[in-house]
């Protein structure tokens, strides 16, 4: 037997045997030895986390903020992505001493941004832990919570959400605590925080919103300043509804540095009546002409997206626009072309939007006045649309049930049920029973009225086909489009035909757009793509599409429109010597003064708004311009601009009309009887001749159905109408509406 084998075996039954004579381990043992090693693992991690605290403390170094302080200017460019079309502007800084500061602005500072500033360590754990919760849960970027972390932020200008720079910028926090004094953190956060207008620190800001140095700042003024710090672009009193918001947070900041002893109440009491006055500060040069209203266009977008002031004044972005240089420049010199003598951009506004079929880009635009002298942009302001919105009418009747060939009233003037003002026509003319192609190649009101009527709930209906078409609600809706994001006035009454809303002349081509695409809306919009300074594509514009109104309706409107240029009030359009169509069109004011003359049509590869308004947007026309008919001086401003932004592309086709068929919502609509053959003409026999040949046979004239091309020199006189009428709501008809394709919701 083998001695080895012996052995094992026997040293292996005292071992099971031992096992057998040991007492298992109670509960208690067992979590105190777990408790032992829980506490030697928290120890290892916490000298292993001390270790690399301390290692991080030693290897982060407090930045140098007049070396480290860069940005880089974002620059924008046509739609080929090479051209460019501006840049915003280059960083304003320059610092300034603490003693130099005025000490109200620093007082303001503190209480607006960090009422515990002077007796705090630097760092608020609670507001850390909470913005990166928030953060991380997918809710609204939470910033710093102390102007020490917020200088830490500003020095390195990153947009980085991540634990590692919390981490890093808290390390950052401690360190300039412990080596820079109070006064050194708030004269350096001062001199680099961002106040808007691209203006970095207080020097450059108060220069920006004040046209003077910071030292001259007073009490309002800095309050002022403080309060804009906390969302520089939102409370730009220059800026849309801003100066309300920016009071509230005003009196806020007065109101602490009061409670804080930092002012006087009777100061505090004076100065919470009213905002400083904001004297009117010259504007950068390369902001000139067009070029201003596009970069500011590109700016209020790319905060929509989610972009910080910050980075698009500072982070070297690359923003590729939908503008091309060929419809910019087509806009501007169509403008200029056929703008009435002696009437200048400063009171006479021109506005002008062309939209790309299919996509929704904005290939181009003209805004008006040079944007050094106005900051109004009218492509985008907008005004009353008139008849122009009567394709929206028309595409919701055939919806309904109605067919081009029924009929209603075109007779003036046309008596509301219910009772108020009678709807007229242009020149109180009556037009008897006319089919849906003549009221609308020349503009009855009161045919759209009665069309309107015939409907269930037929403003309602015009306004859904609208909104569906591209044309904004009244209010932004809950996913706003459009550029602007709502038509005002746009409600639901008798008249919504007429246009007495507001739209823009984007939207009002982007409407078109849909027309011209056959029924398919794409939503519209003016930024392509954008790369930040590392070269990654942080957005990228996807063309999303939905059908707005059912093929054969868009075919039928757009024969209808058609019709308006070949020989309606249109026919100026028939200098651009290929297929358009197109809407003529002109609005009345509150005070019955004309307010607004349009020109909207489009071919196959654009859609164009031309509008006319004067002064504020809604001053008389008529008696002021040569002719304010939307047929006149904006149909010709449309023919140019088209003409110079199609020059060299393909002449293509229309649709014809695909003669939708349907069960009218309400009777008395029926089609106008075919009108009878001519009675064939007696000829006379010819007399015998003396000889036997036949007399030579004459040709018959050429039959022709085009219509001759217009006079050069002189306009037509269109038959546009001006009247609108007040809000009426129609009587129910108690009629099943009749539709013919769903419009796909938003």
Known sequence: MVQGKRKSGASAKRSKSRGKDRAPRTWKQRLKLLTIWGLVGCVVMALLGAGGFFVAYRSIDIPDPNAEFLTETTQVFYSDGKAQLGQFAVQKRDSIDYDEMPQYMKDATVAAENQSFWTDNGIDPKGILRAAFSNAQGNATQGASTITQQYVKILYLSQERTWKRKAKEAILSLKIKNQLSKQDILEGYLNTIYFGRGAYGIQAAAQAYFGKDAAKLNLKQSATLAAILNNPNRLDPDNEGAAE?????????????????????????????????????????????????????????????????????????????TFTKKAMSAAAQGVAEERPEGFGPKQLHVGVASVEPGTGAVRGFYGGQDFLQSQLNWAVEGGQAGSTFKPFALAAGIESGFELKDTFDGNSPYDLPGGGRPVENQGNRSYGRVDLIKATADSINTAYIDLTLGMPDGPTQIIETANAMGIPPDQPATKPYGIPTSSPGLQANTGVSLGSQ?????????????????????????????????????????????????????????YALQQVVKSGSGTSALGLRRPAAAKTGTATNGRGEVSSAWFVGYTPQLATAVMYVRGKGNEQLKDWLPSYFGGAYPASTWTAVMTKALDGEEVE??????????????????????????????????????????????PAPPVTTEVPPPPTTEVPPPTDPVTTPPPTTPTALGQPRVRHGRRRPR
């Open 653 to 698: 086709s229309l649709p014809g009309a695909a003669w939708v068929k349907g069960e009218a919502p309400s009777d008395g609509h029926e089609k106008l009887p075919p009108p009878p053959p001519p009675e064939p003409k007696k000829t006379k026999k010819p007399k015998k001749s003396l000889t036997s040949e036949a007399p030579p046979e004459v």
């Open 502 to 558: 507001t739209v823009s002349p984007i939207n009002m081509a982007n409407g078109y757009a849909t027309i011209a695409n056959r029924g398919v809306a794409a939503d519209a919009y003016i930024i392509e793509k954008v790369v930040d300074r590392d070269g990654v594509v942080r957005y990228n514009h996807k063309v999303t599409t939905h059908e707005a109104i059912p093929e054969g309706v868009a075919d039928d409107v757009g």
């Open 245 to 321: 918001r920016l009071f509230g947070r005003y009196k806020y900041v007065l109101a602490s540095m009061e409670e804080m002893g930092t002012a006087p109440a009777d100061e505090v009491a004076k100065a919470s009546e009213g905002l400083p006055k904001f004297p009117e500060i010259k504007q950068n040069a390369q902001y000139g002409g067009q070029r201003g209203h596009a970069l500011t266009m590109v700016r209020k977008e790319l905060l929509r997206l989610g972009f910080s002031e910050q980075e698009i004044n500072g982070g070297g972005l690359r923003v590729t626009t």
